[in-house]
Nanobody, 126 residues
Framework: QLQLVESGGGLVQPGGSLRLSCAASGHTLCAYTIGWFRQAPGKEREGVSCISGSGSTTNYASSVKGRFTISRDNAQNTVYLQMNNLKSEDTAVYYC???????????????????WGQGTQVTVSS
């Protein structure tokens, strides 16, 4: 069973940076699309970014394009989300999720991902 664990969240000032990590166990990641999602209080979970199994294709929500960068190291079974120029509206619990690339493609729709981590809190505040 594929298990995902996020880390790297925390409190940062507006304009600051954080790097989130998503470490996988139980299965190699190379066949999986990995997505990052976030959920703020009172809001629906939304897709932030995703990356294909090989890392050759990425997709970003318009709200984070140019500020966030997704990458993966399949040898380390880990996916990263580098977040720069953070804004208060980026405050949320961030989740990584996995889906077989054959079925998930480069989707940013939460229901297309069957495997989820427990989440890590990101708070952007002065």
């Amino acid at each position: 069973q594929l298990q995902l664990v996020e880390s790297g969240g925390g409190l940062v000032q507006p304009g600051g940076s954080l790097r989130l990590s998503c470490a996988a166990s139980g299965h190699t990641l190379c066949a999986y699309t990995i997505g990052w999602f976030r959920q703020a209080p009172g809001k629906e979970r939304e897709g932030v970014s995703c990356i294909s199994g090989s890392g050759s294709t990425t997709n970003y929500a318009s709200s984070v394009k140019g500020r966030f960068t997704i990458s993966r190291d399949n040898a380390q079974n880990t996916v990263y989300l580098q977040m720069n120029n953070l804004k208060s509206e980026d405050t949320a619990v961030y989740y990584c999720a996995a889906g077989l690339q054959t079925f998930t493609g480069e989707s940013l729709t939460p229901s297309d991902y069957p495997y989820w981590g427990q989440g890590t809190q990101v708070t952007v505040s002065s």
